[in-house]
Every structure is written in structure tokens, then in C-alpha cells.
């Protein structure tokens, strides 16, 4: 059973990085062709999808989010991971990573979220 | 890149049906049939319960049925029950492999 956990600062200051890292258990990250996703959540709004990328290092991005993205993967851990540079009090959410029913169904399986505060 | 409308609320009484709109462009809901649907409760994580418009994932009630019609897909539960108060999120490819969200839409069991 393919299982799926964030992890990461749960505070960063503004105009810094966020990194967080999504680690897949019970299944290998290359195999049946999925797309993992980010997706975040401000509080009490709805969902945003961040971007998702394939095994193979494809990338594809949020065009509002793109300038300061970067979704990578380390098959060799199991993981892939977010980066989302210059942040604002704006970019506090809940951030959950997933993987996808292919390219158009995003979150078959969601990590239980990690909430990341940008403040000072 | 504009997140899909939904309607804020709506509410039905246990047994009705109740129909969820998702209102899109020709850029996204209307131009491909890919509409996934999820049902988030109260501080948990999403569900997905529909995509490709109208397909249930394994171990989703069949209550639950997905539609589109031009620019505006519809999520409808059927046979209303306590549990389906959540809320409810539609989101659609937007084309260059990109996706876009709606804004939600609360769902109330009178």
C-alpha cells in the first residue's frame, strides 16, 4: 500500500526558501507511470495545485507559481521534493504532496499535509 | 489561469439529491474531458471520488456521479446521506499540462 509523508520547516521566513521533501513508501516512485504532485491549501481556502513532476525529472508547473518553483526527484530515496523561493505570508498553507491518476487527476493518494507558516 | 467556479453552498435533506456546478472555459472543463472531483471533510486530507469527468476511483460510492456539459461540470450525490457533509472541489486540465482548482463548494445535510 503506497503511502506518502511531507516533510519539512513548518516556519520560514519571508522572502526565504521553502523546501519540502515527500517521501513514497511501499511502492517505487519509477514504476506504473504516476505523476506526484503538490498541492496546497491556505487556510480555510480551497486547493491549489502547485505543480507535478514524472520519474524522469519532467516538470510542470503552476504558471502563476512558475518563477519561483522547483519540483525535483531523487529515485534513488524514493523522494521528490519542493522548492518555492522569495516566499510571502501568502504562500502559508497546508502543503500536500500526492501522487496522481495520470497527468489530469491529480491526489489517487495524498500525504496527510504539512503546514507551513511564513512569518517573521 | 482562473480557478473554476463552484457554487459557495448548497444543501439537500437526507435521501434527495443534490448537484454541485463547476463552471470552467473552453480552455479547461470545456476543451478536454478530464474533471476530477474531491471530497474533503473537516480537517482531513482531500478525497478524490471522480475523474475523467465521470469515472469513480475503486471504493467510491456509486451515489456519487460526475457530468459536463459544455463549459460546466457537475458532481451530483445521489441518495443524500449525514456523511457527505464536506466540502467538495472540482479541478480540470487546462491544457501544456497544467490544472486548475475550484473554489469549493460546501455541502450541508439538513
Known amino acids: 500500500q503506497v503511502q506518502l509523508q511531507e516533510s519539512g520547516p513548518g516556519l520560514v521566513k519571508p522572502s526565504q526558501t521553502l523546501s519540502l521533501t515527500c517521501t513514497v513508501s511501499g511502492g517505487s516512485i519509477i514504476i506504473g507511470g504516476y505523476y506526484w504532485s503538490w498541492i496546497r491549501q491556505r487556510p480555510g481556502k480551497g486547493l491549489e495545485w502547485i505543480g507535478y513532476?514524472?520519474?524522469?525529472?519532467?516538470?510542470y508547473y503552476n504558471p502563476s507559481l512558475k518563477s519561483r518553483l522547483i519540483i525535483s526527484v531523487d529515485t534513488s530515496k524514493n523522494q521528490f521534493s519542493l522548492r518555492l523561493t522569495s516566499v510571502t505570508a501568502a504562500d502559508t498553507a497546508v502543503y500536500y504532496c500526492?501522487?496522481?491518476?495520470?497527468?489530469?487527476?491529480?491526489?489517487?493518494?495524498w500525504g496527510q499535509g504539512t503546514m507551513v507558516t511564513v512569518s517573521t | 489561469q482562473s480557478a473554476l467556479t463552484q457554487p459557495r453552498s448548497v444543501s439537500g435533506s437526507p435521501g434527495q439529491s443534490v448537484a454541485i456546478s463547476c463552471t470552467g472555459t473552453?480552455?479547461?472543463?470545456?476543451?478536454?474531458?478530464?474533471v476530477s472531483w474531491y471530497q474533503q471533510h473537516p480537517g482531513k486530507v482531500p478525497k478524490l471520488i471522480i475523474y475523467?469527468?465521470?469515472k469513480r476511483p475503486s471504493g467510491v460510492p456509486d451515489r456519487f456521479s460526475g457530468s459536463k456539459s459544455g463549459n460546466t461540470a457537475s458532481l451530483t450525490i445521489s441518495g443524500l446521506q449525514a456523511e457527505d457533509e464536506a466540502d467538495y472541489y472540482c479541478c480540470s486540465y487546462a491544457g501544456s499540462y497544467t490544472l486548475v482548482f475550484g473554489g469549493g463548494t460546501k455541502v450541508t445535510v439538513l
Open positions: 500526492a501522487r496522481d491518476l495520470g497527468i489530469a487527476a491529480p491526489g489517487e493518494i
Open positions: 475523467d469527468v465521470n
Open positions: 513532476i514524472y520519474h524522469t525529472g519532467s516538470t
Open positions: 473552453s480552455s479547461d472543463v470545456g476543451g478536454y474531458n478530464y
